[in-house]
Protein backbone atom coordinates (compact mmCIF):
# COMPACT_ATOMS: atom_id res chain seq x y z
CA UNK A 1 0.00 0.00 0.00
CA UNK A 2 1.65 3.50 -0.95
CA UNK A 3 1.28 5.77 1.64
CA UNK A 4 0.42 4.62 4.08
CA UNK A 5 0.56 6.03 7.29
CA UNK A 6 0.48 5.31 11.05
CA UNK A 7 -0.45 7.67 13.73
CA UNK A 8 -0.08 7.52 17.39
CA UNK A 9 -1.96 9.68 19.96
CA UNK A 10 -0.53 10.11 23.47
CA UNK A 11 -2.65 9.99 26.89
CA UNK A 12 -3.74 13.78 26.80
CA UNK A 13 -4.78 13.46 23.40
CA UNK A 14 -7.29 10.96 24.66
CA UNK A 15 -8.41 12.77 27.75
CA UNK A 16 -11.91 13.34 27.42
CA UNK A 17 -14.51 13.41 24.66
CA UNK A 18 -12.98 17.09 23.11
CA UNK A 19 -9.54 15.56 22.72
CA UNK A 20 -10.54 12.14 20.84
CA UNK A 21 -13.16 14.11 18.82
CA UNK A 22 -9.57 16.10 17.43
CA UNK A 23 -7.88 13.45 17.22
CA UNK A 24 -10.52 12.24 14.79
CA UNK A 25 -10.59 15.26 13.21
CA UNK A 26 -7.26 14.70 12.55
CA UNK A 27 -7.32 11.02 11.11
CA UNK A 28 -10.31 12.37 9.14
CA UNK A 29 -8.25 15.16 7.39
CA UNK A 30 -5.54 12.48 6.38
CA UNK A 31 -6.57 9.67 4.12
CA UNK A 32 -3.56 8.03 4.08
CA UNK A 33 -3.53 7.78 7.78
CA UNK A 34 -4.74 3.62 7.60
CA UNK A 35 -3.72 2.82 11.50
CA UNK A 36 -4.09 4.62 14.85
CA UNK A 37 -2.14 3.75 18.23
CA UNK A 38 -3.54 5.25 21.20
CA UNK A 39 -2.58 5.10 24.67
CA UNK A 40 -4.26 4.95 27.82
CA UNK A 41 -6.22 8.03 28.87
CA UNK A 42 -4.33 10.48 30.76
CA UNK A 43 -4.21 9.65 34.40
CA UNK A 44 -5.43 6.48 34.01
CA UNK A 45 -1.75 4.66 33.66
CA UNK A 46 -0.63 6.16 37.41
CA UNK A 47 -4.21 4.99 39.10
CA UNK A 48 -3.43 1.35 37.63
CA UNK A 49 0.72 1.26 38.77
CA UNK A 50 -1.03 2.10 41.82
CA UNK A 51 -3.36 -0.66 42.15
CA UNK A 52 -0.32 -3.51 40.96
CA UNK A 53 1.85 -2.15 43.64
CA UNK A 54 -0.30 -3.25 46.35
CA UNK A 55 -2.95 -0.97 48.14
CA UNK A 56 -4.25 -3.20 51.11
CA UNK A 57 -6.70 -0.63 52.14
CA UNK A 58 -10.19 -1.79 50.59
CA UNK A 59 -11.61 1.68 50.72
CA UNK A 60 -8.50 3.22 49.21
CA UNK A 61 -8.80 0.71 46.17
CA UNK A 62 -12.69 1.26 45.65
CA UNK A 63 -11.71 5.08 45.51
CA UNK A 64 -8.95 4.43 42.69
CA UNK A 65 -11.61 2.45 40.89
CA UNK A 66 -14.15 4.82 40.72
CA UNK A 67 -12.02 7.23 39.70
CA UNK A 68 -11.17 5.08 36.66
CA UNK A 69 -14.72 4.29 35.97
CA UNK A 70 -15.53 7.91 36.03
CA UNK A 71 -12.73 9.09 33.83
CA UNK A 72 -14.31 6.74 31.18
CA UNK A 73 -17.75 7.55 32.09
CA UNK A 74 -16.82 11.28 31.45
CA UNK A 75 -16.38 10.11 27.24
CA UNK A 76 -18.72 7.15 26.90
CA UNK A 77 -21.56 9.27 28.31
CA UNK A 78 -21.56 12.25 25.77
CA UNK A 79 -21.59 9.05 22.87
CA UNK A 80 -24.36 8.80 20.53
CA UNK A 81 -25.06 5.14 20.67
CA UNK A 82 -22.67 3.76 24.41
CA UNK A 83 -24.19 0.87 25.16
CA UNK A 84 -21.90 -1.61 23.73
CA UNK A 85 -18.65 0.49 24.57
CA UNK A 86 -20.21 0.92 28.28
CA UNK A 87 -20.15 -2.97 28.50
CA UNK A 88 -16.69 -3.61 27.45
CA UNK A 89 -15.39 -0.96 29.45
CA UNK A 90 -17.41 -2.18 32.91
CA UNK A 91 -15.94 -5.72 31.74
CA UNK A 92 -12.90 -4.24 32.11
CA UNK A 93 -13.00 -2.20 35.10
CA UNK A 94 -14.48 -5.36 36.83
CA UNK A 95 -11.12 -7.78 35.47
CA UNK A 96 -9.25 -4.61 37.46
CA UNK A 97 -10.78 -4.71 40.85
CA UNK A 98 -10.16 -8.46 40.54
CA UNK A 99 -6.56 -8.02 39.42
CA UNK A 100 -5.98 -5.32 42.14
CA UNK A 101 -7.67 -7.22 45.23
CA UNK A 102 -5.31 -9.88 44.04
CA UNK A 103 -2.28 -7.53 43.74
CA UNK A 104 -3.04 -6.36 47.23
CA UNK A 105 -2.13 -10.13 48.69
CA UNK A 106 0.98 -9.98 46.02
CA UNK A 107 2.30 -8.06 43.47
CA UNK A 108 4.33 -9.54 40.67
CA UNK A 109 5.45 -7.66 37.35
CA UNK A 110 3.52 -9.98 35.43
CA UNK A 111 0.22 -8.57 37.28
CA UNK A 112 1.41 -5.57 37.31
CA UNK A 113 1.57 -5.76 33.27
CA UNK A 114 -1.56 -7.19 33.25
CA UNK A 115 -3.49 -4.57 34.86
CA UNK A 116 -1.44 -1.25 33.56
CA UNK A 117 -2.48 -2.91 30.05
CA UNK A 118 -5.69 -1.91 30.59
CA UNK A 119 -5.46 1.45 30.29
CA UNK A 120 -4.98 1.52 26.29
CA UNK A 121 -7.69 -1.88 26.17
CA UNK A 122 -10.02 0.28 27.23
CA UNK A 123 -8.94 3.95 25.22
CA UNK A 124 -9.54 2.38 22.18
CA UNK A 125 -13.02 0.59 22.92
CA UNK A 126 -14.33 4.04 23.20
CA UNK A 127 -12.21 5.77 20.74
CA UNK A 128 -12.93 3.23 17.36
CA UNK A 129 -16.56 3.84 18.85
CA UNK A 130 -16.83 7.70 18.84
CA UNK A 131 -14.27 7.66 15.36
CA UNK A 132 -17.32 5.57 13.70
CA UNK A 133 -19.83 7.87 15.09
CA UNK A 134 -17.79 10.44 13.21
CA UNK A 135 -18.66 8.47 10.07
CA UNK A 136 -14.86 6.80 9.83
CA UNK A 137 -14.96 3.15 8.92
CA UNK A 138 -13.33 1.82 11.92
CA UNK A 139 -12.67 -1.03 13.54
CA UNK A 140 -10.67 -2.11 16.88
CA UNK A 141 -7.89 -4.33 16.55
CA UNK A 142 -6.07 -6.28 19.86
CA UNK A 143 -2.25 -5.48 19.27
CA UNK A 144 -1.22 -8.28 21.39
CA UNK A 145 -2.10 -10.68 18.59
CA UNK A 146 0.76 -9.31 16.72
CA UNK A 147 3.59 -7.78 18.51
CA UNK A 148 5.34 -10.26 20.02
CA UNK A 149 7.75 -10.10 22.85
CA UNK A 150 9.67 -12.04 25.64
CA UNK A 151 8.93 -12.65 29.09
CA UNK A 152 10.84 -9.71 30.75
CA UNK A 153 7.01 -8.33 32.28
CA UNK A 154 7.76 -4.63 32.58
CA UNK A 155 10.33 -3.69 30.30
CA UNK A 156 9.72 -6.97 27.22
CA UNK A 157 11.79 -7.03 24.65
CA UNK A 158 9.74 -7.21 20.79
CA UNK A 159 10.73 -9.90 18.57
CA UNK A 160 10.95 -8.24 15.38
CA UNK A 161 11.23 -10.93 12.56
CA UNK A 162 7.49 -12.20 14.83
CA UNK A 163 6.01 -8.94 14.84
CA UNK A 164 6.44 -8.30 11.13
CA UNK A 165 5.31 -11.88 10.16
CA UNK A 166 2.23 -11.76 12.04
CA UNK A 167 1.54 -7.66 11.15
CA UNK A 168 1.87 -8.74 7.26
CA UNK A 169 -0.96 -12.08 8.17
CA UNK A 170 -3.56 -10.22 10.31
CA UNK A 171 -3.15 -6.23 10.33
CA UNK A 172 -2.53 -5.13 6.96
CA UNK A 173 -5.06 -6.32 5.12
CA UNK A 174 -7.62 -5.17 7.82
CA UNK A 175 -5.77 -1.80 7.19
CA UNK A 176 -6.91 -1.71 3.02
CA UNK A 177 -10.43 -2.12 4.58
CA UNK A 178 -10.70 -0.27 7.34
CA UNK A 179 -8.71 2.35 9.83
CA UNK A 180 -7.42 0.28 12.83
CA UNK A 181 -7.41 1.74 16.33
CA UNK A 182 -5.12 -0.26 18.45
CA UNK A 183 -3.03 -0.24 21.51
CA UNK A 184 0.48 1.14 22.26
CA UNK A 185 2.78 -0.18 25.02
CA UNK A 186 1.54 -3.70 25.57
CA UNK A 187 2.11 -7.19 23.93
CA UNK A 188 1.96 -10.42 24.77
CA UNK A 189 4.55 -13.49 25.02
CA UNK A 190 4.56 -17.05 23.45
CA UNK A 191 1.99 -18.29 26.14
CA UNK A 192 -0.34 -15.45 25.61
CA UNK A 193 0.28 -13.48 28.51
CA UNK A 194 0.18 -9.77 28.18
CA UNK A 195 3.77 -7.59 28.51
CA UNK A 196 4.43 -4.27 28.55
CA UNK A 197 7.58 -2.38 26.62
CA UNK A 198 7.70 -0.49 29.72
CA UNK A 199 6.72 3.27 31.10
CA UNK A 200 6.60 5.35 27.66
CA UNK A 201 6.61 2.68 25.59
CA UNK A 202 3.84 3.58 23.18
CA UNK A 203 5.86 5.99 21.02
CA UNK A 204 8.10 2.56 20.37
CA UNK A 205 5.06 0.21 19.37
CA UNK A 206 3.94 2.63 17.41
CA UNK A 207 7.31 2.60 15.54
CA UNK A 208 7.97 -1.11 15.59
CA UNK A 209 4.09 -1.23 14.15
CA UNK A 210 4.92 0.82 11.35
CA UNK A 211 8.07 -0.86 10.65
CA UNK A 212 5.86 -4.08 10.30
CA UNK A 213 3.32 -2.91 8.08
CA UNK A 214 5.75 -1.35 5.74
CA UNK A 215 4.90 1.97 6.80
CA UNK A 216 6.06 5.35 4.79
CA UNK A 217 5.32 8.02 7.51
CA UNK A 218 4.70 7.62 11.44
CA UNK A 219 3.22 10.88 13.11
CA UNK A 220 3.14 11.04 17.23
CA UNK A 221 0.73 13.62 18.64
CA UNK A 222 1.17 14.75 21.97
CA UNK A 223 0.13 18.00 23.77
CA UNK A 224 3.09 20.09 22.49
CA UNK A 225 3.88 21.35 18.90
CA UNK A 226 6.60 19.19 18.19
CA UNK A 227 9.79 19.40 20.02
CA UNK A 228 11.79 22.35 21.27
CA UNK A 229 15.38 23.64 22.21
CA UNK A 230 14.29 22.80 25.78
CA UNK A 231 11.07 22.36 28.00
CA UNK A 232 9.42 25.67 27.59
CA UNK A 233 7.77 25.07 31.21
CA UNK A 234 11.31 25.45 32.41
CA UNK A 235 13.43 28.33 30.16
CA UNK A 236 10.26 30.22 28.40
CA UNK A 237 11.39 30.95 25.06
CA UNK A 238 13.09 27.50 23.96
CA UNK A 239 12.41 27.25 20.21
CA UNK A 240 10.45 25.03 18.09
CA UNK A 241 12.72 22.71 16.06
CA UNK A 242 11.30 22.52 12.78
CA UNK A 243 13.64 19.39 11.57
CA UNK A 244 15.66 17.43 13.51
CA UNK A 245 18.03 14.57 12.15
CA UNK A 246 17.49 10.83 13.47
CA UNK A 247 20.46 11.44 15.83
CA UNK A 248 19.88 14.23 17.35
CA UNK A 249 16.35 13.12 18.21
CA UNK A 250 17.64 9.90 18.94
CA UNK A 251 19.91 11.89 21.80
CA UNK A 252 17.70 13.72 22.90
CA UNK A 253 15.27 10.59 23.56
CA UNK A 254 17.63 8.97 25.59
CA UNK A 255 19.11 12.04 27.46
CA UNK A 256 15.34 12.78 29.38
CA UNK A 257 13.01 14.95 26.46
CA UNK A 258 10.13 13.50 27.75
CA UNK A 259 8.40 13.83 23.99
CA UNK A 260 9.72 10.38 22.34
CA UNK A 261 10.51 7.41 24.27
CA UNK A 262 14.41 6.35 23.74
CA UNK A 263 13.48 3.27 21.94
CA UNK A 264 11.01 4.87 19.39
CA UNK A 265 13.51 6.00 16.55
CA UNK A 266 15.01 2.54 16.14
CA UNK A 267 12.62 0.96 13.96
CA UNK A 268 12.20 4.21 12.41
CA UNK A 269 15.50 4.19 11.67
CA UNK A 270 16.13 0.68 10.78
CA UNK A 271 13.49 1.77 7.59
CA UNK A 272 14.30 5.22 7.21
CA UNK A 273 10.25 6.01 7.86
CA UNK A 274 10.00 10.04 8.54
CA UNK A 275 8.33 10.50 12.09
CA UNK A 276 6.52 13.63 11.92
CA UNK A 277 5.58 15.19 16.13
CA UNK A 278 3.05 17.48 16.93
CA UNK A 279 0.41 18.37 19.00
CA UNK A 280 -3.13 17.01 18.84
CA UNK A 281 -4.77 20.43 20.50
CA UNK A 282 -3.12 22.75 17.80
CA UNK A 283 -2.30 20.56 14.94
CA UNK A 284 -2.47 24.01 13.11
CA UNK A 285 1.25 24.68 14.28
CA UNK A 286 3.14 22.45 12.45
CA UNK A 287 5.41 20.39 15.09
CA UNK A 288 8.82 18.39 14.06
CA UNK A 289 10.08 16.35 11.23
CA UNK A 290 12.47 13.54 12.31
CA UNK A 291 14.62 12.58 9.25
CA UNK A 292 17.46 10.71 7.93
CA UNK A 293 18.92 13.82 6.36
CA UNK A 294 18.56 17.19 7.63
CA UNK A 295 19.77 20.29 5.52
CA UNK A 296 20.53 22.09 8.84
CA UNK A 297 22.77 21.01 11.30
CA UNK A 298 24.30 23.12 14.62
CA UNK A 299 26.33 22.68 16.71
CA UNK A 300 23.92 23.35 19.64
CA UNK A 301 20.36 21.77 18.78
CA UNK A 302 18.82 21.55 22.37
CA UNK A 303 18.87 20.34 26.26
CA UNK A 304 17.29 17.41 27.74
CA UNK A 305 17.00 16.98 31.62
CA UNK A 306 16.66 13.76 33.16
CA UNK A 307 15.46 13.24 37.41
CA UNK A 308 15.46 10.36 39.82
CA UNK A 309 19.19 9.68 38.77
CA UNK A 310 21.06 7.03 40.88
CA UNK A 311 24.88 7.44 41.17
CA UNK A 312 26.79 4.46 42.01
CA UNK A 313 30.51 5.11 42.49
CA UNK A 314 32.90 2.59 43.56
CA UNK A 315 36.29 2.80 45.37
CA UNK A 316 39.31 0.10 45.30
CA UNK A 317 43.22 0.70 45.86
CA UNK A 318 42.77 -2.39 43.79
CA UNK A 319 41.87 -0.87 40.40
CA UNK A 320 45.23 1.00 40.10
CA UNK A 321 46.94 -0.39 37.22
CA UNK A 322 45.00 -3.80 37.27
CA UNK A 323 43.87 -6.05 34.79
CA UNK A 324 39.75 -7.36 35.01
CA UNK A 325 38.13 -4.87 37.58
CA UNK A 326 35.68 -3.51 35.56
CA UNK A 327 34.87 -6.95 34.25
CA UNK A 328 34.02 -8.11 37.70
CA UNK A 329 31.86 -4.86 38.44
CA UNK A 330 30.01 -5.72 35.12
CA UNK A 331 29.63 -9.43 35.74
CA UNK A 332 27.94 -8.42 38.68
CA UNK A 333 25.73 -6.00 37.31
CA UNK A 334 24.70 -8.54 34.72
CA UNK A 335 24.01 -11.29 37.05
CA UNK A 336 20.78 -8.86 38.67
CA UNK A 337 19.83 -7.28 35.23
CA UNK A 338 20.84 -3.81 36.01
CA UNK A 339 21.46 -1.95 33.30
CA UNK A 340 24.27 0.94 33.32
CA UNK A 341 23.47 4.37 31.26
CA UNK A 342 26.85 6.28 32.10
CA UNK A 343 29.99 5.34 33.14
CA UNK A 344 33.47 7.87 34.65
CA UNK A 345 36.59 6.50 35.73
CA UNK A 346 39.33 7.15 37.22
CA UNK A 347 42.60 5.24 38.81
CA UNK A 348 40.88 3.60 42.00
CA UNK A 349 37.08 4.39 41.40
CA UNK A 350 34.14 4.52 39.27
CA UNK A 351 31.14 6.03 39.02
CA UNK A 352 27.78 4.92 36.86
CA UNK A 353 24.85 5.97 36.74
CA UNK A 354 21.86 2.98 36.51
CA UNK A 355 19.12 2.95 34.12
CA UNK A 356 15.52 2.76 34.58
CA UNK A 357 12.93 1.42 31.98
CA UNK A 358 10.53 -0.22 33.42
CA UNK A 359 6.66 0.35 34.79
CA UNK A 360 7.34 1.00 38.28
CA UNK A 361 8.30 4.42 39.05
CA UNK A 362 10.54 6.40 41.31
CA UNK A 363 14.45 6.24 40.70
CA UNK A 364 16.16 3.11 40.18
CA UNK A 365 17.77 1.20 43.05
CA UNK A 366 20.60 -0.96 43.31
CA UNK A 367 19.68 -4.20 44.93
CA UNK A 368 21.31 -4.89 48.04
CA UNK A 369 22.41 -8.20 47.04
CA UNK A 370 24.64 -6.74 44.05
CA UNK A 371 25.72 -3.77 46.46
CA UNK A 372 27.09 -6.94 49.05
CA UNK A 373 28.25 -8.83 46.27
CA UNK A 374 30.36 -5.62 44.89
CA UNK A 375 31.27 -4.63 48.59
CA UNK A 376 33.28 -7.55 48.45
CA UNK A 377 35.29 -6.01 45.74
CA UNK A 378 35.34 -2.32 46.55
CA UNK A 379 33.27 0.42 49.31
CA UNK A 380 30.46 1.57 47.31
CA UNK A 381 28.84 4.73 47.88
CA UNK A 382 25.08 5.33 46.41
CA UNK A 383 23.69 8.83 45.89
CA UNK A 384 20.13 9.83 44.78
CA UNK A 385 18.48 13.34 44.33
CA UNK A 386 20.16 13.81 40.94
CA UNK A 387 19.98 15.21 37.64
CA UNK A 388 20.76 14.30 34.58
CA UNK A 389 21.64 17.56 31.70
CA UNK A 390 22.36 16.51 28.58
CA UNK A 391 23.20 19.17 25.49
CA UNK A 392 22.68 18.01 22.19
CA UNK A 393 24.35 19.10 19.23
CA UNK A 394 26.27 18.26 16.26
CA UNK A 395 30.31 18.31 15.58
CA UNK A 396 30.60 19.27 19.14
CA UNK A 397 34.71 18.20 19.27
CA UNK A 398 35.29 21.59 17.53
CA UNK A 399 37.66 23.52 19.46
CA UNK A 400 36.52 25.95 21.97
CA UNK A 401 33.03 24.38 22.20
CA UNK A 402 34.24 23.49 25.96
CA UNK A 403 34.85 26.75 27.18
CA UNK A 404 32.03 28.13 25.61
CA UNK A 405 29.80 25.27 27.89
CA UNK A 406 31.77 25.18 30.77
CA UNK A 407 32.22 29.23 31.44
CA UNK A 408 28.59 28.67 31.53
CA UNK A 409 28.04 27.10 34.27
CA UNK A 410 30.98 28.13 36.81
CA UNK A 411 28.27 28.97 39.75
CA UNK A 412 27.08 25.51 39.63
CA UNK A 413 28.37 21.66 41.24
CA UNK A 414 29.09 19.29 38.27
CA UNK A 415 28.86 15.64 39.77
CA UNK A 416 29.80 13.58 36.89
CA UNK A 417 31.12 14.72 32.79
CA UNK A 418 30.66 12.63 30.25
CA UNK A 419 32.05 13.15 27.03
CA UNK A 420 33.49 11.48 23.77
CA UNK A 421 31.28 8.32 23.00
CA UNK A 422 29.13 10.71 21.01
CA UNK A 423 30.03 14.17 19.11
CA UNK A 424 26.18 14.71 19.33
CA UNK A 425 26.15 14.88 23.05
CA UNK A 426 27.59 16.58 26.00
CA UNK A 427 26.27 14.91 29.89
CA UNK A 428 26.58 15.73 33.03
CA UNK A 429 24.85 15.10 36.67
CA UNK A 430 23.95 18.17 38.78
CA UNK A 431 22.24 18.07 41.96
CA UNK A 432 18.25 18.20 41.66
CA UNK A 433 17.86 21.23 43.26
CA UNK A 434 19.98 23.33 40.83
CA UNK A 435 18.91 21.26 37.63
CA UNK A 436 15.88 23.85 36.38
CA UNK A 437 18.61 26.73 37.47
CA UNK A 438 21.36 24.50 34.81
CA UNK A 439 19.01 24.16 32.22
CA UNK A 440 18.03 28.05 32.00
CA UNK A 441 21.63 29.62 32.40
CA UNK A 442 22.92 26.94 29.65
CA UNK A 443 19.42 27.87 27.10
CA UNK A 444 20.22 31.65 27.51
CA UNK A 445 24.31 31.35 26.49
CA UNK A 446 23.91 28.74 24.09
CA UNK A 447 20.51 29.86 22.34
CA UNK A 448 18.98 32.57 22.98
CA UNK A 449 21.74 34.88 23.15
CA UNK A 450 23.82 32.81 20.68
CA UNK A 451 21.26 33.48 17.94
CA UNK A 452 20.15 36.78 18.70
Known amino acids: MSAFNVA ?54 LNIMKQLADIHDAIIDQLADPTKVEKEVHSMLDSIASAAEAASFQSSK ?56 LAQEKLAPLCAEYVVVTQGFIGSDEQGNTTTLGRGGSDYSAALIAES ?22 APKAAPIPEISFSEASEMANFGAKILHPSTLVPALRHEIPVFVGSSKEPE ?29 LRSAKMFHAYGFLAKVFEILAKYKISVDLITTSEISV ?15 LPQEAREELQELCTVEVEHNLCL ?19 TLGDFNLRMICYGASDHNLCFLVDAHESKAVIQKLHLDLFENRYK
Open 8 to 61: KFGGTSVANFEAMSRCSAIIENNPQTRLVVSSACSGVTNLLVELANGVQDAEQR
Open 110 to 165: KLTDHLVACGELMSTYILTQLMRERGVNTIRFDIREVLRTDNNYGRAEPQVEEIAK
Open 213 to 234: VKASGLEIWTDVPGIYTTDPRI
Open 285 to 313: KGGTWIRQQVENSPQFRALALRCNQTMVT
Open 351 to 365: SLTLDKTDTSGGAPE
Open 389 to 407: VALIGNHMETKGYAKEVFS
